[in-house]
């Protein structure tokens, strides 16, 4: 158990809909980072907040969006849903802004667009 | 675009072999850690070797780092088949912050 809570498990929507993940880290946890992992791949980077602020983005177009909360919790926004926006999406928390902070991930939301 | 390339993609052994990847990364790094995923779900992080290290070691993991050669190997000793998972090795992302740069993974099976 990481502490950290994603929800829902598993989604299901239709191509051009908009879908939001949800994220809970540990208490104290003040980065949250975003990854998208397609089938068979490793995670690829979407986005990275710290202390609500956006601190880092990978190469993702502006309809993959993100909100950081002061009580931990943060989102991850997709608009326009595409096909190749099937994918498992990760969600992990660190301490804070360093790379040697242990990243802890959350269990995954499996998202399906039909 | 993945920094990192595990070899190789998928390995199959008996328990209490030893199973033996490697990394290999493309840019210059800070440090190297490698992770651990059982079935699709959340990463578990395993051992973290910073660029001026050379071999670190955590309970039957034995992690090397060569960065003239860019590379890096994860040994596990007599394997377990709670072993079964695929790995990760992860550098730090040039230009984006903090974020963990992941190679595409080597699934690996422990047979009892």
């Known amino acids: 158990e990481t502490g950290v809570t994603q929800s829902p498990t598993h989604l299901i929507k239709t191509r051009g809909q908009q879908v939001t993940l949800r994220c809970s880290s540990q208490?104290?946890?003040?980065?949250v980072s975003w990854y998208q992992q397609a089938l068979g791949q490793g995670p690829q980077f979407i986005f990275q907040?710290?202390?609500?602020?956006?601190?880092g983005r990978g190469n993702f177009p502006p309809r993959f969006s993100g909100l950081q909360f002061p009580n931990y919790s943060s989102e991850l926004n997709v608009n326009a849903l595409e096909l190749d926006d099937s994918a498992l999406y990760l969600c992990?928390?660190?301490?804070?802004?360093?790379?040697?902070?242990?990243?802890?991930f959350g269990p995954g939301t499996r998202l399906t667009v039909l | 675009s993945q920094q990192g390339e595990e070899d190789p993609q998928a390995l199959s052994i008996q328990e209490g072999e030893n199973a033996t990847m490697n990394c290999s990364y493309k840019t210059s790094i800070n440090n190297l850690q490698w992770y651990r995923q059982n079935s699709g779900r959340g990463l578990v992080h395993l051992i973290l070797?910073?660029?001026?290290?050379r071999e670190k070691h955590s309970g039957r993991l034995r992690v090397t780092l060569d960065t003239s050669k860019k590379s890096s190997s994860l040994l596990i000793t007599a394997s377990r088949a709670a072993d079964t998972a695929s790995y990760f090795c992860a550098t730090d992302a040039p230009n984006s912050g903090y974020a963990l740069n992941f190679g595409k993974g080597t699934s690996l099976l422990v047979t009892p």
């Open positions: 992990a928390s660190s301490r804070d802004m360093v790379f040697t902070d242990t990243q802890y």
């Open positions: 070797i910073r660029s001026n290290e």
């Open positions: 208490s104290g946890h003040n980065t």
């Open positions: 907040y710290y202390r609500e602020e956006e601190n």
